[in-house]
């Protein structure tokens, strides 16, 4: 089922919207805010990520590819592949004054660290794969090389027309949603239960993890959930773990019941 929706997805996406990275087939759906690409100065990458994100997915299913298929990013010819983005990075955040340590952003060394938590006991793999366990997409493809440095209009817009994009039946056929986009659902008035036809829980309502870390809990069902909508920080900067040891504990428990 989760292949047919993304097949009419992707071969029905007319407009070209990114549509995301990561395993089409996974259980989990993580909503960051938007990437951090300075379309501008690394014009070259933003092509590679988001222009041609919809086109590249295109192509992998009419050419049958999958995540073992993909070559890594570290050889001599590398192929860019949104099945599994820059494969073979180092789980380490990347230097940003050479960019050539073999590492990541802070973002994706944080799915990193919460994907290690869920399925691999919380040892610490020695690769970025978070890929492999979950598809990534963004609640705003408008980019810069910082949030408060893209076109507050062009975000604006990006982000009311990705709503739309996001009830697709691909997005809302995932058992569980990060919705890792922080203050953007009151600063964009987001009504996620409306969004992901969920239920806020009223009983545990918000958990305040630290004073800038927190956990909101939506479920389909509160009483018999087959699914579950987490609404919580962007996962960048200022992200502690205990907001990743209590965001892991929700989804493996969620994971046990499905």
């Not at 060394?109 to 690769?127: A, G, T, V, W």
């Not at 408008?142 to 893209?150: E, G, N």
Request: aromatic share 12%.
């Amino acid at each position: 089922m989760m292949e047919n929706y993304f097949n009419d997805l992707v071969l029905n996406n007319d407009t070209n919207f990114y549509l995301g990275t990561g395993n089409p087939s996974s259980k989990i759906l993580i909503i960051g805010k938007e990437s951090a690409i300075d379309k501008i100065s690394n014009y070259e990458q933003y092509e590679r990520e988001i222009l041609n994100n919809a086109l590249d997915w295109k192509k992998n299913i009419e050419d049958n590819i999958h995540q073992d298929s993909v070559t890594s990013w570290f050889i001599d010819y590398p192929l860019y592949n949104p099945l599994y983005p820059y494969k073979g990075q180092l789980n380490k955040i990347q230097n940003k004054r050479t960019g050539n340590n073999g590492g990541t952003s802070r973002t994706f060394y944080n799915y990193q660290k919460l994907l290690d938590k869920i399925y691999n006991e919380n040892r610490k793999s020695s690769n970025i794969n978070f890929h492999e366990k979950c598809f990534i997409t963004e609640l705003n493809s408008s980019t810069a090389k910082y949030s408060h440095l893209v076109n507050t209009i062009d975000r604006k817009n990006s982000i009311n027309n990705r709503q739309e994009l996001l009830t697709h039946p691909y997005y809302q056929s995932f058992p569980i949603v990060l919705f890792a986009v922080g203050n953007y659902v009151r600063d964009f008035n987001i009504d996620i239960q409306k969004l992901f036809n969920v239920k806020f829980d009223a009983e545990t309502g918000t958990l305040p993890i630290t004073k800038t870390n927190y956990i909101n809990l939506h479920y389909d069902d509160i009483t018999n959930p087959s699914r579950l909508v987490i609404h919580t920080n962007q996962l960048s900067i200022n992200i502690s773990d205990l907001l990743l040891n209590e965001l892991s504990q929700y989804i493996r428990e969620h994971l046990e019941l499905i």
